[in-house]
């Protein structure tokens, strides 16, 4: 869900200007991609099943150092948690709540999420077992819809605007399954420890798939132009299948679900920001960090201040967070390789998992 | 009593305590969320929202825009006889969102245009440019891109307010031809997001329905389908033929058996009913529903080439089919391979006709690309070759290349009877 929750709501108007009809394979390769990020970040909680981010990089660069890349952590957490925030809210206030103030669905949803932060990444994972079942469901029931409605010839010419736009569309969606490496902060409460790399290549593959298909089904319905010019491809491509005549305007029980996936994908950045802030300051308990860290992501969700500046953001992000996410774990595993670190020491979420 | 027993007394009922206050602040959330969220503070009861079921939208003599909607009236007493279904409303403004806010003066009830059924307009407009309508309807959350889109020659006003017999008012009406009698339908199935997709695309033009005013037929001649159910003595609804556009702005109507040689020709034609003269000497007619067809358009070699923006000249649109015989009368009973033989290229050219005299309403008299060669054309180019080299001259090339039907039909079922019942001599 961290894959794909809040960024597939608008991944097609980013993709498909980069890759043209070619963008669902874009959305494939960027999972890809995803799948060595994913391997990396496996292969980094195999050598440090114990430790958090913050952990693993004072391991193997010393507590200063460390602590600095425990910061930078914080930092893509937060873009990441402020942008997709923005993203939730915005979708729910233009299509469906205009006369509703932004700020206030905003602080509702960072109350749910302040929530399930207290209440730990055990709750987040449980709820998410639920709510993921859901959410695929809906999204499968949802393309079946759309089949009647979907034009596959929209979808060639095949390569689009060619190789090149496509490998950079590949990058571009990269960067949504590059957001996997927010898992490296709690992967050490995974009961088998081994199986890490698997469940994060299996999260990725599986949520590149939905972004891939939610792409493709997008440019099949509103066509390159049309998925270029409306503000949320997936939302538009709910608002017109049905079934029949007895099923119809039902975009709000698939958005019901979305929001709620992209509550927990958000509340799992929270816990991990608020953990990794916690390790980096060296506190026994990461509660206290709860209300400030809410408040920061409040005010950072509400930078962009209006749904071109959120876009154009999220366009920055996504062009550059890829490399961020890539470099991440390989410096950490040849630090690691170098200096032969492995295991050890105890980080505050641990303290608090016990 | 031990204060030992004291002691395990006081820690539950704090715990206790502890959780019906934390329950408490749960409850009182969610009563906050609800209570703002919601938008409860500003509900409306349904008897006081306006349900637009049609928008029509046409230009006045002097250029402004005029814009009516068909508003269902909610009852608690649907079925009372004397009780009105649906109201009509008009305003005029200087752009579309002028005259539809206007609307909003006019009306008792808060219009909602979630449930726009059909969205009628009329041939000025059409001919100075939908997009004018285009934008403030894409924008507009409520509006819904599946709505049908119709252009007509009479009154806008009119159309949405003829009575219906079938249907409570003329948009469900349309709604209800658009949605039930697609197989028997000549005329395009086009919805707002077709338009809206096709009109950006030199290579794929768009066709909208035609709806027309024309005299009720008496009461048991009612016609069944698009045509029928209306009051005898008035002017009843009927769905034929298309308007054609070029970009936004419509450049001429297609008849309905040209519409269904477009819709052939772009695969897009669901079924297809037709009489023609029985082929060879022995007179008389034959009926035919066309139960299938596959249209392929043919380019030179050397297309999927980046340099292909000289070589799209000649094109052969090969359509294949198979009909199934309904009517037979004439005395050739087709009983005979040769017969069916020559029934099947008699169709085949019956058809070829057809498709050639909309090849020469497109590039003559329209002008521009309803066939759908420019979209596969596109399909086999890059992207940027299409959108850079071929698409800002699409039209002038598409006048003037040479298009080939090649039309091969067989023929099908015959029915549960193999020769017509004949009466003693």
């Known amino acids: 869900m961290i894959v794909f929750a809040t960024g597939f709501l608008a991944a097609a108007r980013i993709l498909v200007p980069a890759a043209g009809t070619a963008a669902w394979i874009s959305a494939l390769i960027g999972g890809a991609i995803g799948l060595g990020i994913a391997g990396l970040a496996g292969m980094l909680a195999a050598r440090f099943p114990d430790q958090g981010l913050v952990g693993m990089a004072e391991r193997v660069f010393g507590a200063p150092l460390g602590k600095l890349i425990g910061l930078t952590f914080v930092a893509y957490c937060s873009v990441v948690l402020g942008l997709g925030s923005r993203e939730s809210v915005l979708a729910i206030w233009i299509a469906f709540l205009q006369t509703t103030p932004p700020v206030l669905i905003s602080s509702v949803f960072y109350l749910l999420i302040i929530y399930a932060a207290y209440l730990g990444i055990e709750a987040i994972a449980r709820v998410s077992l639920i709510f993921f079942s859901l959410v695929v469901i809906s999204l499968v029931l949802l393309t079946a819809l759309a089949i009647p409605v979907a034009a596959p010839t929209r979808l060639l010419p095949i390569v689009g605007n060619g190789l090149r736009p496509l490998i950079h569309g590949g990058l571009l969606a990269a960067s949504y399954a590059a957001e996997s490496v927010v898992v490296l902060a709690f992967i050490r409460h995974l009961k088998d420890k081994r199986g890490a790399s698997r469940a994060m290549a299996t999260g990725v593959a599986v949520g590149m798939v939905i972004m891939s298909t939610a792409t493709g089904f997008g440019v099949m319905m509103l066509g390159v132009r049309g998925i270029s010019r409306v503000t949320f491809p997936v939302l538009e491509t709910a608002r017109m299948v049905g079934f029949g005549q007895f099923l119809e305007r039902a975009e709000i029980l698939f958005l019901a679900l979305w929001f709620s996936a992209a509550l927990l994908k958000l509340a799992a950045v929270f816990y991990a920001s608020i953990t990794s802030v916690a390790d980096v300051l060296g506190l026994r308990d990461y509660r206290p960090l709860i209300i400030p860290y809410a408040l920061l992501g409040t005010a950072l969700s509400l930078i962009p201040k209006t749904v071109l500046e959120t876009f154009d953001y999220l366009g920055m992000f996504v062009k550059y967070s890829v490399w961020y996410a890539i470099a991440l774990p390989v410096a950490l595993l040849i630090g690691a390789l170098v200096r032969g670190s492995r295991r050890g020491g105890e980080s505050v979420s641990d303290r608090d998992a016990r | ?425």
Not at chain 2, 52 to 69: K, N, S
Not at chain 2, 148 to 160: A, I
Not at chain 2, 344 to 372: F, K, M, P, T, Y
Not at chain 2, 392 to 413: A, C, L, N, S
């Open chain 2, 1 to 425: 009593m031990s204060v030992t027993g004291m002691h395990a007394r006081t820690q539950p009922s704090a715990a206790w305590a502890g959780q019906r206050q934390r329950r408490t602040v749960v409850v009182l959330v969610c009563l906050l969320a609800a209570a703002s969220i919601t938008g409860c503070r500003d509900a409306r009861e349904i008897e006081s929202v306006g349900f637009v079921l049609g928008l029509g939208i046409d230009e006045t003599a002097d250029g402004r825009i005029e814009v009516w909607a068909q508003v269902a009236l909610p009852s608690a007493k649907p079925t009372e006889g004397e009780k009105q279904e649906s109201w009509r409303v008009r305003s005029v403004g200087d752009t579309v969102w002028d005259a539809i806010r206007q609307l909003n003066g006019k009306s008792t009830k808060v219009l909602f245009r979630a449930h726009v059924r059909a969205l009628v307009f009329g041939e000025r407009f059409a001919r100075g440019g939908v997009a004018r309508a285009l934008d403030a309807l894409a924008r507009d959350n409520q509006f819904r891109y599946k709505s049908w889109v119709f252009v007509t020659s009479d009154p806008v006003g009119d159309v949405l307010g003829t009575q219906t017999k079938q249907s409570s008012s003329a948009a469900l009406f349309l709604d209800d031809v658009m949605r039930n009698t697609a197989r028997s339908l000549t005329a395009p199935r086009s919805r707002f997001l077709d338009l809206l997709t096709s009109i950006e695309q030199p290579g794929d033009q768009p066709l909208l329905a035609r709806v027309r005013l024309v005299e009720a037929e008496d009461g048991g001649g009612q016609p069944e389908g698009a045509g029928g159910g209306q009051e005898a003595g008035s002017k009843e609804l009927r769905v034929e033929g298309s308007a054609a556009l070029c970009g936004d702005k419509m450049v001429g109507w297609l008849d309905a058996e040209d519409t269904a040689m477009a819709l052939m020709v772009c695969n897009r034609l669901e079924a297809y009913s037709f009489i023609m003269p029985m082929p060879g000497d022995e007179g008389g007619s034959i009926g035919f529903d066309m139960i299938r067809s596959h249209a392929d358009t043919l380019f030179p070699e050397g297309i999927h080439t980046p340099r292909a923006a000289g070589q799209v000249t000649d094109v052969v649109i090969r359509v294949t089919g198979t009909v199934d015989i309904r009517e037979v009368l004439s005395s050739e009973q087709l009983m005979s391979v040769r017969s069916l033989e020559r029934l099947e290229a008699g169709i085949s050219r019956h058809l070829e006709a057809g498709v050639r005299r909309l090849i020469d309403a497109a590039q003559n008299r329209l002008g521009c690309d309803v066939l759908g060669i420019g979209e596969c054309v596109r399909r086999r180019l890059p992207a940027k070759v299409w959108e850079e080299d071929m698409a800002p001259t699409w039209h002038e090339q598409f006048t003037t290349m040479r298009i080939v039907p090649d039309i091969r039909f067989e023929v099908g079922k015959r029915g549960m009877t193999m020769q017509s019942p004949k009466p003693i001599d």
